[in-house]
């Protein structure tokens, strides 16, 4: 088990970039701490055997046939804004 | 029509509601069928669970005004089976938590031990059944989130075989992991109310038994089976094996109630002997590796766009985003979305998630190779008993590993049944046992023998 030393802060900003996660300087601050604590907790996964896990899958199908679904007003309910009957987001760049 | 009570808090709960505890986040009628096995019953349902036309946040800033337009398939079959819903239930911020304090509507505070929590995350489904405000409610379970509450208040709570019952219209943590199940306040209850709610389900393929040509059934495990008629079947010649890793590390007072729920299994005709399961060693590493990384997947939808709390239209998409998703999430959902996001980004990913995953199947080869011995495996439910309000939230690693006794079993897909086994000088404490896949009849009449 590695020294449970800090998370850089500037990786704890590039993994909240990456998860689309605006984080304050405080939370910065506090969770470069506690990463480094939990992940080298993690580091015990070193020891653990290689595992045969191969996992027996099956396709579930169902006929490809039209039925009701959502109405377009039910899926628009709990948008913050629509337009003409669609969600209405953000602008792309 | 729901009023706020108290105003601002943002529970929608009448001010003629008995709430001591502050267990329901909204209180909203809806009968069920004129008849049925659970007619007159009243239940609770866990707020991450979707309720059509009810409110449902799942204990988040996040989702404080979403209002699904379909019932979760628990919900309809409870409705077709005649229980009344009575509302829904106070819950760590999306599943995420051991006390019920992530929510970001407040804490709940135990009945059965007032001044500490009632665990979690289901902790509003437990305090509610405790406290006798229903006869029984819906949790869901993603590394012990039915049975540690059931264990904090001193109820029943069951964690059912992966597959046993519908996730449809559970809003998804970590999809691999969890089930819905019941708590109550004996057996026999827990048992009629998963009577209820298992079954197949043609919107949640895990369900679909029928299609599993790998293993000898015909239909549903559910089925031809009665959990109710389980209860009071007595147990003579019944093998318990105790797992010896998830009893050392215990509270001494958890420690002696247990042994003293041993003692009363051996009365009543059991056998015990220990076992030993090396690799929970590592269960709770994997368990918060797999779950996290799951959720950084799952929590990806929320980005106020379709539902949820709108980050406004004034930068690009990413932007706007990460503005809702600052503001709509608490601390501990955060911190679980970036290590997720950290333990399957470029570099990480084999030496976090595919050991995560090696781990996972040791556990599962260890587990069967203990039932050649065992018909079920026993432990402490929760190896401390209830924290008071407010104790760990500053250490999340703390209360991680709280969950070492649980987490194992949903690594594992098996059932589990929390029963409680009498009080410590803290609150009380719960004997857990585990079965093999689709066992929960004999737990049901295993956990029945120590009422």
Redesign the interface.
């Known amino acids: 088990m590695s020294d449970s030393e800090s998370v850089d802060p500037e990786e ?1 900003r590039h ?10 300087e405080a ?1 910065v601050e506090r ?1 470069a701490d ?2 480094g ?3 080298s ?2 580091d ?10 191969e996992a ?1 899958l ?3 199908f ?1 006929a490809d046939e039209v039925r009701e679904g ?1 109405t377009q007003a ?2 628009l ?5 629509s337009e003409d009957g669609r ?7 | 029509m729901a009023a706020e009570n108290p105003p601002g808090d943002g529970r929608l709960v009448p001010d003629d509601f008995d709430d001591d505890h502050a267990a329901f986040l909204t209180v909203q009628r809806v009968a069920g069928a004129d008849d049925g096995p659970l007619d007159g019953a009243t239940v609770a349902v866990k707020d991450n669970i979707s309720t059509a036309d009810i409110r449902t946040t799942c204990g988040s800033a996040m989702l404080a005004d979403y209002v699904p337009p379909y019932d979760a398939t628990v919900v309809e079959r409870l409705k077709t089976a005649g229980a009344t819903v009575v509302g829904k239930t106070n819950m760590d911020e999306f599943g995420m938590g051991t006390t019920t304090e992530t929510s970001a509507f407040g804490p709940t505070d135990n009945p059965t031990a007032p001044g500490r929590v009632p665990g979690g995350s289901s902790g509003g489904s437990a305090a509610a059944v405790a406290a006798g405000q229903v006869d029984y409610a819906l949790g869901s379970d993603t590394g012990g989130s039915i049975r540690c509450p059931a264990a904090f208040c001193g109820v029943v709570g069951i964690k059912p075989t992966y597959g046993l019952v519908s996730r449809y219209g559970l809003v998804a943590y970590a999809n691999s992991l969890e089930q819905i199940g019941p708590i109550a306040r004996d057996v026999a209850g827990a048992a009629a109310l998963l009577d209820a709610i298992a079954g197949p389900d043609e919107h949640d393929a895990t369900t679909r038994h029928d299609t599993r040509e790998d293993l000898d059934v015909d239909g549903h495990p559910a089925d031809a089976t009665s959990y109710a008629d389980a209860a009071g079947g007595g147990i003579d010649g019944l093998s318990v094996g105790v797992v010896t890793d998830l009893v050392e590390g215990a509270d001494e007072a958890v420690v002696e109630r247990f042994e003293a729920a041993l003692d009363d299994l051996r009365a009543a005709g059991a056998t015990v002997h220990e076992v030993s399961l090396p690799s929970v060693e590592t269960a709770v590493q994997a368990y918060y590796v797999i779950a996290m990384s799951e959720a950084s997947s799952n929590l990806a939808r929320f980005d106020g766009v379709r539902y949820g709390q709108s980050g406004g239209y004034d930068g690009d998409w990413n932007e706007s985003f990460a503005t809702a998703r600052e503001a709509g999430f608490g601390e501990e959902v955060k911190r679980r979305v970036l290590l997720g996001t950290y333990a399957l980004s470029a570099g990480y990913h084999d030496k976090y998630y595919r050991q995560a995953q090696d781990a996972r199947a040791w556990l599962k080869q260890d587990f069967d190779e203990a039932f050649e011995t065992a018909d079920v495996l026993a432990s402490p439910t929760m190896p401390v008993p209830p924290f008071e309000l407010g104790e760990s939230l500053d250490d999340p690693l703390r209360m991680y590993l709280a969950d070492a006794n649980t987490v194992p079993v949903n690594l594992a897909n098996l059932p589990a049944i929390s029963v409680p086994a009498g009080e410590t000088d803290r609150g009380p404490a719960a004997l857990q046992l585990i079965g093999p896949a689709f066992g929960e009849e004999r737990l049901v009449r295993a956990g029945s023998a120590l009422e």
């Not at chain 1, 993994?15 to 304050?24: E, H, I, Q, T």
């Not at chain 1, 969600?87 to 760049?93: A, E, I, L, S």
């Open positions: 704890v993994v909240a970039g990456l998860a689309r996660v605006d984080l304050d939370e969770f506690q990463f604590d939990i992940l907790y993690f015990a996964l070193d020891e653990v055997p290689e595992t045969d896990r027996d099956a396709n579930v169902r959502l039910e899926a309910r709990n948008a913050s804004d969600f209405k987001g953000p602008r792309v760049g």
